[in-house]
Nanobody
Framework: QVQLVESGGGLVQPGRSLTLSCAAS????????MGWYRQAPGSQRELVAR???????SYADSVKARFTISRDNAKSAVYLQMNSLKAEDTAVYFC???????????????WGQGTQVTVSS
């Protein structure tokens, strides 16, 4: 079984920083894209940032220049450095990855359980 485990969420004041981490474990043959989504109360889940296996990254317009996504392929991990946080960044953040399990033919989308980020004074 393959799973993603997130960590690093919490309560932070506006303007401060927070780093989310996500590590994949299990019978993994290969990991393609990794990324972060978020879902605020009453809203749809939205893409925050995505990073390809080769390191190329893309961001939602709302977080460009404030958030940085990175990955460590040796650790099967992805990170989200969030700076200058705003109240509107408050949401549950979900890690996701396209993973090919050992012995599988296709990649599957795997999701983490989510971690709460609350930005409030």
């Amino acid at each position: 079984q393959v799973q993603l485990v997130e960590s690093g969420g919490g309560l932070v004041q506006p303007g401060r920083s927070l780093t989310l981490s996500c590590a994949a474990s299990g019978s993994i043959f290969s990991i393609d894209a990794m990324g972060w989504y978020r879902q605020a109360p009453g809203s749809q889940r939205e893409l925050v940032a995505r990073v390809a296996r080769t390191g190329g990254a893309s961001y939602a317009d709302s977080v460009k220049a404030r958030f940085t996504i990175s990955r460590d392929n040796a650790k099967s991990a992805v990170y989200l450095q969030m700076n200058s946080l705003k109240a509107e960044d408050t949401a549950v953040y979900f890690c996701y990855a396209k993973i090919k399990r050992t012995g599988a033919i296709y990649y599957s989308e795997i999701w983490g359980q989510g971690t709460q980020v609350t930005v409030s004074s």
